[in-house]
């Protein structure tokens, strides 16, 4: 596997063992639906968090959550609206961003709440 998929790896984990310890429940990990892949589905009391996870290396070229663009915001949408159609799921709908950065000492790690509306 080539290094960055790796880190990509690691920061998915890392992002899933932190919305844990923030009292989440994970549903789902990197749920695929047509073109769009959810990397964390998680619920907290009665919100359904639908978390995109970024990590990088590096921040010479923007911070991880600048790299969520607009086409992948229509794809998790779409996936979303499958996601809770599926479940037959009532609850509040949250996009958040886990922006994650690979430093010389370990992980600085941003969680962005409501990071973008789907309107």
Same mark, same amino acid.
């Given at each position: 596997m080539a290094q960055h998929n790796e880190?990509?790896?690691?920061?998915? $984990?890392i992002a899933v063992d932190? +919305? @844990? $310890?923030?009292?989440y429940e994970i +549903? @789902?990990?990197?749920?695929?639906?047509?073109?769009?892949?959810?990397?964390?589905?998680a619920k907290k009391e009665h919100v359904l968090?639908?978390?995109?996870v970024k990590t990088r290396s590096s921040l010479e070229f923007g911070l991880p959550q600048d790299f969520v663009k607009p086409k992948k915001i229509q794809l998790l949408v779409k996936a979303v609206d499958a996601f809770v159609t599926s479940k037959n799921l009532d609850l509040e709908v949250r996009f958040d961003i886990i922006a994650i950065h690979k430093n010389a000492t370990g992980?600085?790690?941003?969680?962005?709440?409501d990071a973008f509306h789907y309107f």
């Open positions: 880190l990509g790896k690691q920061g998915e $984990q932190f +919305l @844990q $310890q923030k009292g +549903l @789902q990990t990197n749920w695929v639906y047509q073109k769009a892949e959810v990397d964390i589905i968090a639908v978390v995109e992980f600085n790690i941003e969680h962005i709440e």
